[in-house]
């Protein structure tokens, strides 16, 4: 599986470049046919789910009910607008383990899909019990660095030691992911895939950078 964040990126914003970026990923997802999930802005998922037959996960909610919550994003909405998930707690968006459970249930309340990020495995396991259908472990210290996880001995040590929790549930990594051999060597330790933005978003050619990761998935 390959879940792609997509950001804020003024790149990705501009020109409607999100949608050529989205069709993108369908068209490697019928040539590859591994499991894409889309993360994109609450202001995208309308437009993009127009074009692509995978999940699009809005990329976060905040634990409201409809009503008196001007300025938040409730599940509800996301739902309605398209969404089939969501990703709670990235590291760049951290929310705090109450906050973290009670997005979860929103999201399950409202039949959405929850992607959580962690740092580390004392996180997941800690929060394992609110029932995330997929858990990425995120080393903060190498996101857009272009240095992956599984090549550093920090971050392979912080998933190996996740995976070494036999969590019931999908596990996958991220943080300077950029190439089939950090999708090869994510597998190898374990994981069900991997979690990927800036090395695709900003990518001159985002195409072959998804091409590529695709191919790990099959060596």
Known sequence: MIVINLKTYR?????????????????????????????????????????????????????????????????????????????????????????????IQIAKDNGLQTLLCVENAAEAQRLIDSQPDMIALEEPSLIGTGNSIVDNVIGKQKVL?????????????????????????????GASGVLIASGFDLASNPKAVLEDLCKGFTI
Do not use: W
């Open 161 to 189: 030691e996740c995976i070494a929790l036999q969590l019931p549930t999908r596990i996958l990594v991220g943080a300077g992911v950029m190439d089939q051999h950090d999708v090869k060597v994510s597998l190898e330790l």
């Open 11 to 103: 790149e990705v914003t501009q020109n409607n470049h999100v949608i050529e970026l989205a069709q993108i990923c369908q068209q490697v997802f019928e040539q590859y046919h591994v499991p894409i999930i889309l993360c994109v802005q609450a202001t995208d998922i309308t437009e993009v789910t127009k074009f692509v037959t995978f999940p699009v996960f809005v990329q976060h909610i905040d634990p409201v009910e409809p009503g008196k919550n001007t300025g938040f994003i409730s599940g509800f909405a996301a739902k309605e607008a398209g969404a089939s998930g969501v990703m709670i707690n990235h590291s760049e968006h951290r929310i705090g383990d109450e906050n973290i459970r009670k997005t």
